[in-house]
Every structure is written in structure tokens, then in C-alpha cells.
Antibody, heavy 123, light 111 residues
Framework: EVQLLESGGGLVQPGGSLRLSCAAS????????MRWVRQAPGKGLEWVST????????YYAASVKGRFTVSRDNSKSTLYLQMNTLRAEDTAVYYC????????????????WGQGTLVTVSS | QSVLTQPPSVSGAPGQRVTISCTGN?????????VHWYQHLPGTAPKLLIY???NRPSGVPDRFSGSKSGASASLAISGLQAEDEGDYYC???????????FGGGTKLTVL
């Protein structure tokens, strides 16, 4: 059974940094691209970033490019999101999700999602 | 403002059928990219309902069906049940933005 468990969320001041983790199990982690998707309070889902299975290729939403960095440690089956220069509008529940196919393709569906971790950016 | 447009809410009585539309443009759905649908119930992780426009993952009841035509897609839910109440999102890819795009979400209320 695929399991994705996010951690690392919390309260941070504007301009601060936070690193999220997503521990994966139940599948060959290195074979699948992974995504971060967020949901601000009262808002819909918003794609944040995608990383290829090997970690060499990354994509970012315009709203976070230059501030967020996605990475992965395949030896630990763990996905990361380093968030810098945080803003109030980054306040959201952050979900990690697994692509449904092994080939990197931004257009594919995600077939497994974690429960999310809450990030609150406030002074 | 989401790239893909969904109605904010739909409702129906138990047993009825509802549809949720997802409208894009020539850079995303109209360009031939696939549409996927997710169910997001309160307090749970999003769940994949329909992938590649019309396909159901194993375990998803056949009450849920998807279609696509031109720059739009639709999710139909028949035989509405109380446990279907929640938010539904469409997702696709925009080749002009080079981004994964979601609809704004539709809240389904079972009356």
C-alpha cells in the first residue's frame, strides 16, 4: 500500500524559511516523479512543484519560482520542499503526491496523496 | 483566478445525477492535454477519481464517469450518496504556462 507522510509544517514569520519532508513507502520511490500541491485556507488546490524520479529535472509554479526548491533523497524514499522568503500568501496545507506513471510528464494524474502539513506564515 | 473554470457549487438529492464542468482554453484542454478529476472530502487526502479524461482507477465506483470535448471536460456522478459530499477538482497541463493547472474546485452538496 502506498503511503505518503508529510511533516515539517508550522508557524513561521514572513521572510523566514521552512523545509517540508514527505516520507514515502509502498512503491519504488525512485521510479516516480513526485509533486507538491498546496491548498490555502478557503481556496482550491494549487500546483507548487514537480521533480523527476532521479531528481535531475524540476518544475515550479511561477508563484514560488526562485523561493522554493524541491529535492529528493531516493536512498531514504523522501521528498523535500525547501521554502525560503516565505510570504503570508504561502500559508496553506502542503500535500505531496505521486505521479501515476513512471515517465516524467507534467500532464499525468497523481494516484496517491498524503494527508498534508500546515504551513502558517504570520508575524 | 484559476486557469480551468469550474462552477463553485452543485447540488442534488440522493439518487440523482449531477455533472461538474471544467472549461479551459487552447493552451490546455483545447490543446489535447488530458483531464483528471479528484475528490477531496473534508479532513482527508485528495483522491484520484478519473484519469486521462474517462478512466476510473480500480476501486472507484462506476457511478463516477468523465468525458471531454474540445476545450471542456465534465465529471458526472450518478446515484448520489451522502458520502459524495465534498469538493471536486479537475486538473490538466498548460503548455503555454508549462504548468500543472487545477480548476477552482466545485463543492458538491447532497440535499
Amino acid at each position: 500500500e502506498v503511503q505518503l507522510l508529510e511533516s515539517g509544517g508550522g508557524l513561521v514569520q514572513p521572510g523566514g524559511s521552512l523545509r517540508l519532508s514527505c516520507a514515502a513507502s509502498g512503491f519504488t520511490f525512485s521510479s516516480y516523479a513526485m509533486r507538491w500541491v498546496r491548498q490555502a485556507p478557503g481556496k482550491g488546490l494549487e500546483w507548487v512543484s514537480t521533480i523527476s524520479g532521479g531528481g535531475a529535472t524540476t518544475y515550479y509554479a511561477a508563484s514560488v519560482k526562485g523561493r522554493f526548491t524541491v529535492s529528493r533523497d531516493n536512498s531514504k524514499s523522501t521528498l523535500y520542499l525547501q521554502m525560503n522568503t516565505l510570504r503570508a500568501e504561502d500559508t496553506a496545507v502542503y500535500y505531496c503526491s505521486k505521479n501515476s506513471v513512471t515517465a516524467l510528464n507534467l500532464g499525468v494524474a497523481d494516484d496517491s496523496w498524503g494527508q498534508g502539513t500546515l504551513v502558517t506564515v504570520s508575524s | 483566478q484559476s486557469v480551468l473554470t469550474q462552477p463553485p457549487s452543485v447540488s442534488g438529492a440522493p439518487g440523482q445525477r449531477v455533472t461538474i464542468s471544467c472549461t479551459g482554453n487552447s493552451s490546455n484542454i483545447g490543446a489535447g492535454t488530458d483531464v483528471h478529476w479528484y475528490q477531496h472530502l473534508p479532513g482527508t487526502a485528495p483522491k484520484l477519481l478519473i484519469y486521462k479524461n474517462t478512466n476510473r482507477p480500480s476501486g472507484v465506483p462506476d457511478r463516477f464517469s468523465g468525458s471531454k470535448s474540445g476545450a471542456s471536460a465534465s465529471l458526472a456522478i450518478s446515484g448520489l450518496q451522502a458520502e459524495d459530499e465534498g469538493d471536486y477538482y479537475c486538473q490538466s497541463y498548460d503548455d503555454s504556462l508549462i504548468a500543472v493547472v487545477f480548476g477552482g474546485g466545485t463543492k458538491l452538496t447532497v440535499l
